[in-house]
């Protein structure tokens, strides 16, 4: 036997964001209308070399694969695999060594999505929050879908907001160091473990968090949440790990106050009330990528 | 980046049976030392090709590789590959294309370590129940350590027994379909969901039972626990869903009364006491294995 192992340049090639979007999003409706198979995710740690290992599986209905995603972090540095398999024998189909990169597209085609069809077309300034990879391709991903006029950017570290206004300039986005100013649309995507500054959601009309990935994780304060419009990926990993659970915890909103992004995403809802976007990430998603990407390389 | 895909004809080199034994004893131990991560292992159904998926991941500290397998079954056929991953930057090492060959030879390994450290010295006789490989490789694996005079095979489908007798017969041993007449050494190797007939214990002085992998299954009587001596692979996966936690949930024994199968390899046991050891499949086995074979081979 032998298996094709397709490198990122082969995948990058085929991953054009409209096949990563329409991935996305039949993957995001499918798992809303409980069309897909999500096993909890499996978490090894390695505190000996600052490392971590999330394991994440995903299947939806009809598709030819099922994939198996591995997906490394050691010292910030994230790595990974997808191994996509055949969805009638078991046969593997192909090994994506896309370096997490099917990952982080995944990410930012969800958030995009969602941020999309809960922010009133009229918005095109964003506010980002955190300054890695995320907060790159959040906002890159949206201006596929939405004009955008101006980024406003907030991290702890001074020299990464710099270098992300700088590479925002060099994609032609007028951006700017001052996201506590705040924004009719924020973007959260940072690895925090207490809510960020509560100013920074002030004249927010919406908020898509996507950092909030694991237990111990939280970035929006509990309190915007209150009266908004919310959508989860995942119900039941939202409550378990999101910012939704966190403010569900805080006694903030009851645990069935939310809609699936699908649902949003298949019906669109009432865009003047106030809402909150919660992506945990689910494996859905990275089964539907790694499943189009295999159909169009064979 | 390049991943070297090693095929079955490689691995067969390098998977002597001394490596596996060797591999799988350690690893046993480590986890009855909690020197192992064994996140809980992920099932994907696939109700509509027959199919199921079992992903484990595993890590044996202060090994240089972490493993994640993904094992397929579809239609009663085995398939398997495993990750092999650098467990200090998260860095692929190698994909082990074992068409779930390092699954069956470390169950095989595992069962025959603890057979052959509990069962009396001096017993030469085993009955198998069941038909398919692990059958034929628990006994196989069995005489590596220890010799074997007579195999009493039992099975539902009398020319599945007469096939497996057969191919006990081609290895040199005496086997013959007659294991309801019992033997002081007992090795369960089905797929059961309610117990097997109880007069094949009748005579049994030591049972292995390997069968009984996921919720819903069962092969041991219950009774069979009660005054054993008895040991477990992973104590919370055999109260969940090994025969151990049926036999718990029956009444017949405590949740409490299980050795870890590391500790009995490790120390030894009272050979002269009845003893039942329940195998449900850890993977930090998969990992030694995993890693060893790549070791061998880079």
Same mark, same amino acid.
């Given at each position: 036997?032998?298996l094709p192992v397709i490198d990122l340049p082969q995948i990058s090639k085929a991953a054009t964001p409209?096949l990563v979007?329409?991935a996305v ?28 290992c999330h394991v994440k599986a995903g ?6 694969y099922y994939t198996v995603k591995i997906a490394s972090t050691?010292?910030?540095v994230n790595n990974g695999l997808m191994l996509v398999v ?6 593997p189909a192909a090994l994506l060594a896309d370096e997490g990169k099917l990952t982080a597209w995944r990410t930012a085609a969800a ?22 990879e995320q907060?790159?391709l959040?906002?890159?991903w ?45 973007? *959260? ?6 809510? #960020? %500054?509560? /100013?920074? !959601?002030?004249? +927010? =009309?919406?908020? $898509?968090?996507?950092? *909030? ?6 970035? #929006? %304060?509990? /309190?915007? !949440?209150?009266? +908004? =419009?919310?959508? $989860? ?19 903030? =909103? ?27 990430g689910?494996g859905?998603t990275d089964a539907a990528v790694a499943a189009a990407v295999v159909a169009v390389l064979r």
């Open positions: 036997m032998t409209d979007f329409k999003r039949d993957a995001l409706i499918a798992h809303a209308e409980d069309r897909t198979a999500v096993p909890p995710p499996m978490v090894l740690d390695f505190p000996a070399s600052s490392g971590d299947y939806v209905e009809g598709s030819p050691f010292a910030a055949d969805a009638t024998n078991g046969t958030g995009a999505l969602i941020t999309d069809a809960m922010t009133p077309p009229d918005v095109d300034e964003v506010a980002v929050l955190g300054t890695a907060a790159l959040q906002v890159l949206l201006r596929h879908l939405r004009p955008l006029r101006r980024v406003k950017v907030w991290g702890r570290r001074p020299e990464a907001v710099d270098k992300l206004c700088a590479a925002f300039a060099q994609e032609g986005l007028d951006a700017r160091p001052d996201a506590l100013d705040g924004a009719a649309c924020v973007i *959260t995507t940072t690895s925090a473990r207490s809510p #960020l %500054p509560v /100013e920074a !959601f002030r004249d +927010a =009309v919406h908020i $898509t968090g996507i950092g *909030t990935d694991m237990p111990g994780k939280g970035e #929006l %304060p509990p /309190e915007v !949440f209150a009266g +908004a =419009v919310i959508a $989860t990926d995942d119900h039941d990993q939202c409550l378990d790990h999101g910012d939704y659970g966190n403010a569900v915890r805080a006694g903030v =909103v009851p645990a069935n106050a939310d809609l699936a992004v699908g649902a949003v995403l298949r019906d669109g809802i009432d865009r003047t009330r106030r809402s909150v976007a919660d992506l945990t689910i859905a």
